[in-house]
């Protein structure tokens, strides 16, 4: 067994992580039980940039993984290239906890372009109606929570209550497919959980 315990920016992924990260259990590595702790929340601009506050969550962090646990630290990337800011990232949180496994995740632009990649299979789902039509990069879009909230009936996306939900019902693959950092999320999954990523089947 071993335990995940995340960092995260704000409100909506303390409840939508866990439902996420179990359902990529049950998808990536089945045969593998994991524990999801209750993310740790930060600001991020405090987190990234002084020093002492990026310390003591990486350490709480760890505390709450045990021994063999993993850290992941989920942030969106907003205006930062994931693949510079990332690994940035990565080498400071090793060297606050090098006793353990730590992996960095910057969504692109932010958590909710997982919907955009995933946005076909959402439609009807929390009255979010889908538009062929509407086709959109969801690497490119710097407001994915508006984009959202103008296609859902009333025009609001709730971050509370509609990010766990739309994350319980977003097909998976399709959001594999379609989003790099999304895939990156997977293939972190699968490497500390000792599966490769090549040899994950689709649900």
């Known amino acids: 067994m071993q335990t995940v315990a995340s960092i995260v920016e704000g409100d909506g992924?303390?409840?939508?992580?866990?439902?996420?990260?179990?359902?990529?259990?049950?998808?990536?590595?089945?045969?593998?039980?994991?524990?999801?702790?209750?993310?740790?929340?930060?600001?991020?601009?405090?987190f990234l940039n002084k020093d002492d506050v990026f310390s003591r969550h990486l350490k709480l962090a760890a505390a709450k993984c045990g021994e063999t646990g993993w850290v992941l630290i989920l942030l969106d990337a907003d205006d930062?290239?994931?693949?510079?800011?990332g690994p940035e990232i990565l080498d400071r949180a090793r060297r606050v906890v090098p006793h353990r496994s730590v992996s960095v995740v910057l969504a692109n632009h932010e958590y909710e372009a997982w919907f955009l990649?995933?946005?076909?299979?959402?439609?009807?789902?929390?009255?979010?109606?889908?538009?062929?039509?509407?086709?959109?990069?969801?690497e490119v879009p710097r407001n994915a929570k508006g984009w959202i909230g103008h296609r859902m009936v009333g025009g609001v996306y709730r971050e509370i209550t509609?990010?766990?939900?739309?994350?319980?019902?977003?097909?998976?693959?399709?959001?594999r497919a379609r989003s790099r950092s999304f895939r990156k999320l997977c293939s972190e999954w699968s490497r500390q959980l000792g599966q490769p990523p090549e040899h994950v089947a689709g649900p």
């Not at 990649?117 to 969801?138: K, N, T, Y």
């Open 13 to 46: 992924e303390v409840s939508a992580l866990p439902v996420l990260l179990r359902r990529l259990g049950e998808w990536l590595t089945p045969d593998v039980y994991t524990e999801i702790a209750t993310p740790i929340r930060v600001r991020r601009e405090q």
């Open 117 to 138: 990649a995933a946005a076909q299979s959402l439609d009807g789902q929390r009255g979010f109606r889908f538009d062929p039509a509407d086709g959109v990069d969801p």
């Open 162 to 175: 509609d990010q766990p939900a739309l994350t319980a019902r977003m097909d998976l693959d399709q959001a």
């Open 80 to 85: 930062d290239c994931p693949a510079t800011r």
